[in-house]
């Protein structure tokens, strides 16, 4: 068999397959119906109210970027501030589309692209697992990430409901949802040294950037500082 | 409670995420059919996409007081740790409220 025949056969996608990936994601989903209510009980502490916060779960479903959002939220907010920071932070799904490229490659476009819809950090893991073990794995991509969006939309709406009910959140702890969410999604990323420097001077860069000039421009400048040092400093096993 | 934002902003902040979302989700894949992501363009993504979150978090680790601070140090931990996101995060919630039952 010729590597491009596998290949192909690999990029399988039909309703049975969507089917087994949606319950082989179910485990994985519960977690995030409690990130999702999470996500509900931030929004509403911010004041989103319960119809954005839903619509947002809806049709960004991309769980870090929505709670830094919620960092940036306010009256004042700057649609280009709000704009690079989303794409800063979702850039790696160009990086996951980028990797599902030779099996992706061999649907037609409207598959190719609406297999990508969904696409988020852990069905695109067990798609590559599954393909790397010669299973076909789009349906996880396409089932799981259904799977996926149905928890976080349901997570969404426990979170509100549960949030409004409490009086004081900061008794709970609850306003620490938000950066906590944040910092374990990041830490999760923390494999060596290097990733340890780039942190470092992302992190310092939006230090000095938020005190002398402020206006939400810190995360964006120390996300491209971050950028640029990972640019120039090789990883073990680059060529470039 | 921060002050209201009208629904006019609200609705241009859903369209410029979903919007922005989705040209990341389709621009890896309709990028790679025109021409194929160096290592050089992947290490800048990859690194970014982690910096941009340490940089959202450390002056709110700054500014903030010793309970935020004690927060996040517990979710540090217990991801170094565990390398479990849940627990790491109930922990970090736990110990904001403990401190300010206590003090």
Redo the contacts between chains.
């Keep these: 068999m010729s590597p491009l025949r596998s290949e192909r056969e690999l990029s399988a996608l039909n309703p049975s397959l969507m089917a087994a990936g949606f319950r082989q994601m179910l485990p994985i989903a519960a977690f995030v119906l409690v990130f999702g209510a999470a996500y509900g009980v931030a929004a509403q502490q911010k004041g989103v109210s319960a119809g954005w916060a839903l619509a947002m779960s809806a049709f960004v479903f991309a769980g870090a970027a929505q709670f830094a959002v919620l960092d940036l939220w306010g009256p004042e907010l700057s649609m280009l501030t709000l704009a690079l920071t989303v794409l800063a932070i979702n850039a790696r799904h160009l990086l996951m589309g980028a990797s599902l490229f030779p099996w992706l490659r061999h649907l037609p476009g409207w598959q190719r692209y609406g297999a990508m819809v969904l696409a988020s950090d852990s069905n695109w893991a067990m798609t590559l697992q599954a393909m790397a073990k010669g299973s076909p794995g789009l349906g996880v991509l396409v089932g799981g990430g259904l799977a996926l969006w149905v928890f976080w939309m349901l997570g969404t709406a426990m979170g509100l409901m549960f949030g409004g009910l409490i009086a004081d959140p900061r008794v709970l702890g609850l306003d620490m949802v938000m950066a906590c969410f944040l910092l374990a999604m990041a830490t999760a990323g923390l494999t060596s040294w290097r990733t340890l420097c780039i942190w470092g001077v992302a992190g310092a860069t939006a230090l000095v950037v938020d005190a002398w000039l402020g206006h939400n421009l810190h995360v964006v400048a120390g996300a491209i500082a971050g950028g640029g040092l990972g640019l120039l400093w090789k990883e073990p096993g680059d060529d470039a | 409670?921060?002050?209201?934002?009208?629904h006019w902003?609200?609705l241009?902040?859903?369209l410029?995420?979903?919007v922005?979302?989705?040209?990341?989700?389709?621009?890896?894949?309709?990028?790679?059919?025109w021409v194929?992501?160096?290592?050089?363009?992947?290490?800048?993504?990859?690194?970014?996409?982690?910096?941009?979150?340490?940089?959202?978090?450390?002056?709110?680790?700054?500014k903030g007081d010793a309970?935020?601070r004690l927060?996040?140090l517990a979710?540090?931990v217990t991801?170094?740790l565990m390398?479990k996101?849940?627990p790491?995060?109930a922990l970090?919630?736990?110990?904001?409220?403990?401190y300010?039952?206590l003090a």
């Design positions: 409670m921060t002050p209201e934002v009208s902003l609200a241009g902040v859903l410029v995420m979903a922005v979302t989705l040209i990341t989700r389709w621009g890896g894949v309709w990028l790679m059919s194929p992501i160096g290592a050089r363009v992947r290490r800048f993504i990859g690194a970014m996409s982690s910096s941009v979150l340490v940089a959202l978090l450390a002056p709110l680790a700054f309970s935020v927060a996040l979710t540090l991801m170094a390398k996101p849940l790491a995060i970090g919630l736990v110990v904001a409220a403990a300010r039952g």
